[in-house]
């Protein structure tokens, strides 16, 4: 119960929803993020804490990097599923993750 709890809890704010949906398409860099959800480091930083803390992201460290996906233990969860099915990116979001690809964010970042 507790488990189903803290799921839903990590699910219910817009942004850790958003941050999760974009790593469901593929693994993702905060700079990635933020620069997709027009947002601080910060802010997304704390939404992938609280992601993470609930199972559904894993993380692995690529040089400086820590690049950011979703548990592939939680893929055949039957609530993931549903929100798979249900909630969708919208245009917008879809848009900015491939210009983010397109433009190379994770390597201009490194640059900095």
């Known amino acids: 119960m507790e488990e189903v709890i803290k799921l839903f809890s990590a ?3 817009k942004t850790r929803l958003r941050i999760y949906l974009l790593l469901l398409e593929g693994e993702l860099c905060v700079c990635e993020l ?12 704390h939404g992938l804490r609280v992601l993470r803390e609930a199972d559904l ?4 460290r690529e040089g400086k990097w820590i690049i ?3 548990n ?4 055949n969860n039957e609530i993931v ?10 245009a917008s979001d879809r848009k900015k993750i491939v210009r983010c690809k397109g433009e190379n964010i994770r390597e201009k970042c490194r640059v900095r």
């Open 34 to 45: 933020a620069n997709i959800l027009n947002m601080e480091q910060s802010r997304i930083s």
């Open 81 to 90: 599923q549903g929100l798979k099915k249900e909630a969708k990116l919208t």
């Open 72 to 75: 592939p233990k939680m893929v």
């Open 68 to 70: 950011y996906s979703v």
């Open 11 to 13: 699910l219910s704010d």
């Open 57 to 60: 992201i894993d993380n692995q």
